[in-house]
């Protein structure tokens, strides 16, 4: 564990500029790159403090604001400890945020995130890794295909609505993948059920994409968010475990 740096930095992309919070290790030396995918509560402490701690293991971490279209982290008031049913007006307006965000938005600022990596310091040469969290393992399985010559490494936790029924679903970009993968899914966690699980494992199977999918006993959706009551320990724990293994397979 090394001491980090993190600072506020702005990517200018397509549609504008995106905030977002950069940590890398404090001896000014340049270290593997990784995108970190936000959950649908966005960049706030929470995914600051994971963050830093993925940089105190030798990373160089950015995470991007995904909903900067609407406006600068934070959009509007959330609470210290984040619990939809003491506002049951949260997700009414979260989720047409986290809907507008579209796969030819997310294929462009992801082109932004990559090259800011590609072009800091603080990162070294080469392909980068992903990581993501709720709609972030969508946004890094799609990242995966779309900029497979980038990423050498892409992870996802309890994420949901990997596989739909969409022209444009996030499975179906596996072909494009060369990657390794790893999904850790909250058994939990209704927006991916183990038909879809399985559907996914089909199509990266068919793909021939190296990939390990395990399922979470007991987790539900959110299980490495402190600051939400979905949180549990123990699945967070194993999520770092598989996350660092898997980026140290990939560096």
């Known amino acids: 564990m090394t001491d980090v740096q ?3 930095v702005d990517i200018p992309t397509e549609d504008g500029t995106a905030d977002a919070y950069l940590a890398h290790p404090a001896d000014g030396e340049p270290h593997p790159g990784v995108l970190l995918y936000q959950d649908a509560y966005g960049l706030r402490p929470q995914l600051r403090s994971m963050a830093d701690r993925l940089a105190s293991a030798g990373y160089t971490v950015l995470v991007p604001n995904v909903f900067y279209r609407h406006g600068t982290t934070p959009l509007g008031e959330l609470p210290e400890f984040i619990d939809p049913a003491a506002d049951p007006g949260l997700w009414g307006r979260i989720g047409p945020v986290m809907g507008s965000l579209t796969p030819e938005q997310s294929r462009r600022d992801a082109d932004a995130y990559l090259g800011f990596l590609a072009d800091n310091p603080f990162v070294t040469d080469g392909p980068v890794a992903l990581t ?3 709609m972030g393992a969508r946004l890094a ?3 995966a295909a779309t ?3 980038r990423v050498a490494a892409a992870a996802g936790f309890h994420g949901g609505k990997l596989v739909t029924d969409d022209p444009d679903s996030p499975h179906r970009g596996a072909g494009d993948i060369t990657a390794e993968l790893y999904f850790g899914f909250a058994d939990q966690d209704a927006s991916m059920p183990a038909e879809q699980i399985r559907e996914l494992e089909q199509a990266l199977d068919a793909a021939g994409v190296r990939h390990t999918c395990e399922v979470y006993p007991g ?3 959110g299980y490495t968010q402190a600051d939400t009551p979905a949180y549990d320990r123990e699945a967070d724990e194993r999520h770092w475990a598989a996350l660092l ?3 140290d397979r990939a560096f």
């Open 147 to 149: 900029h497979s010559g």
């Open 245 to 247: 293994a898997l980026l």
């Open 132 to 134: 993501g969290y709720c």
């Open 141 to 143: 399985l799609r990242t």
């Open 6 to 8: 993190g600072a506020s």
């Open 219 to 221: 987790a539900q959706h």
